[in-house]
């Protein structure tokens, strides 16, 4: 049942008359946006903030001493300090802007990984991982002649824990683990992994990319080496992300690309390098987009993260119930602890069929492999339907999803 929308733990009409698109509509029906795991729709006020930018203060930072270029430098540190606040990083010095969690994991693999993995070493990833945390440390792999580990996934979509387990030893150099399975929805126990990891002295980064979202982050108490995430995913805009790394491990790494604003001294004879976070943000970075990421960690500070976590929750329960009386329907991925996403399959009906039917209604589902093969492998399967909900979601979109599959099943068969 529907819960009355009085006793709902946030204002859902309210959050979603901030967010413009929503008012949108695709092939003559209002939109009814399920894609939020591929990205989430972007609040007025990150909007606005691109604007201010361009039209009050665009300079270039950290060089100017001219006034736009003071505005413009404070306004771009600022979103590192409510970065450093939302995931409760202990020092500014740890958080690196760059351009995703694609990037942040690249930068981790070509700078601790080439100058700490060697030949024979090993590298434990999972088998619900996607590509960007996979293809980095494969071409490492290749390149030092180290092994790339797999934890299996279960039935339910859960990591086998114990064969993690037996996987780990002195030769695991690193764990590189999902938080949250884009593919699946699956929150695995990152806790329990990297302590098991910290015991053999393995280092380890989490990919939050889908978690920093839905679930509280807290990188100190979680003790990862390195967390990684994007601001697209975090009702920010794209060409952000990132990286949080353990200040002495980030001080002991080699520097990434090579240019303006990463150095100290340069000289023909040698060059020497910024201090953090600078030494890993070269050249000009993406100001405008950084400085409006703010506003939208505002805005979810603002709702309240733990009030979200508690709707997205109600709306997984909805949704899952729902589906599950569509006959022929199969939801991938049970697992015990899960975020806000389902991935289904038809019997005899392919995903993209469903995908472009359910966008001639207007509601948008990422329809595939979500980046992560290897998964779909293990399932033999070639893909799924994916609804993932955000904060603006309701329970009627659940049931215009239900109603639009419930169409297209009658259409294809
Ligand atoms: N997943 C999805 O539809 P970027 O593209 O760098 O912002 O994020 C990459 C990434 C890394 N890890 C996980 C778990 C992810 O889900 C993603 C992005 C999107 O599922 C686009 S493929």
Not at 148 to 153: M, N
Not at 219 to 237: I, N, R, T, W
Not at 342 to 362: E, R, T, Y
Request: glycine residues 8%; charged residues 20%; aromatic residues 8%.
């Amino acid at each position: 049942m529907i819960p009355a929308e009085q006793i709902l733990p946030i204002d859902v009409q309210h959050i979603r008359s901030a967010f413009p698109i929503l008012g949108r509509q695709v092939k003559g029906k209002p939109l009814v946006y399920l894609d939020n795991a591929a990205t989430t729709q972007k609040p007025q006020a990150v909007i606005d903030a691109l604007t201010n930018y361009y039209s009050g203060y665009n300079a270039n930072i950290h060089r100017g001493i001219h006034t736009l270029a003071e505005e413009a430098t404070a306004a771009y540190e600022a979103t590192r300090d409510a970065v450093k606040d939302f995931i409760n990083a202990p020092s500014r010095e740890e958080i690196i802007f760059t351009r995703g969690t694609t990037e942040s994991i690249n930068l981790v693999a070509y700078t601790w990984g080439r100058a700490n993995v060697q030949q024979g070493d090993e590298i434990i990833i999972s088998a619900m991982e996607h590509h960007s945390n996979i293809v980095p440390w494969q071409i490492l792999c290749e390149e030092k002649g180290a092994v790339l580990k797999v934890i299996p996934v279960n039935e339910l979509g859960e990591l086998e824990m114990d064969v993690y387990l037996s996987l780990l030893s002195e030769k695991t150099k690193l764990v590189s683990i999902v938080h949250v399975s884009n593919a699946l929805g699956t929150i695995n126990p990152v806790r329990q992994i990297i302590d098991a990891a910290h015991k053999t002295g393995a280092v380890v980064l989490v990919d939050g990319a889908q978690s920093t979202v839905h679930l509280h982050i807290d990188v100190q108490e979680m003790d990862c080496d390195f967390f990684a995430c994007s601001a697209h995913k975090l009702y920010g805009p794209t060409g952000v992300g990132i990286l949080y790394g353990k200040k002495d491990i980030l001080e002991s790494m080699p520097v990434f690309l090579g240019g303006g604003e990463m150095i100290k001294e340069v000289s023909f004879d040698k060059t020497t390098y910024n201090e953090l976070p600078y030494k890993y943000e070269a050249g000009t970075p993406n100001i405008a987009d950084v400085i409006a990421f703010k506003y939208a960690l505002d805005f979810i500070n603002a709702t309240g993260k733990a009030a979200i976590a508690q709707y997205e929750h109600q709306l997984l329960e909805y949704g899952t119930g729902q589906l599950a009386n569509i006959p022929g329907l199969h939801i991938i991925g049970r697992a015990r602890h899960k975020a806000s996403v389902i991935s289904f399959v038809l019997d005899k009906v392919h995903p993209q069929d469903i995908g472009i039917l359910l966008d001639n209604q207007g509601i948008a589902v990422r329809t595939g492999h979500h980046c992560a093969q290897p998964l779909m492998d293990c399932y033999k399967i070639p893909g799924t339907i994916r609804a993932s909900f955000a904060m603006y979601n309701t329970f009627h979109e659940i049931d215009a999803l239900v109603a639009g599959l419930n169409k297209a099943i009658k259409m294809l068969s």
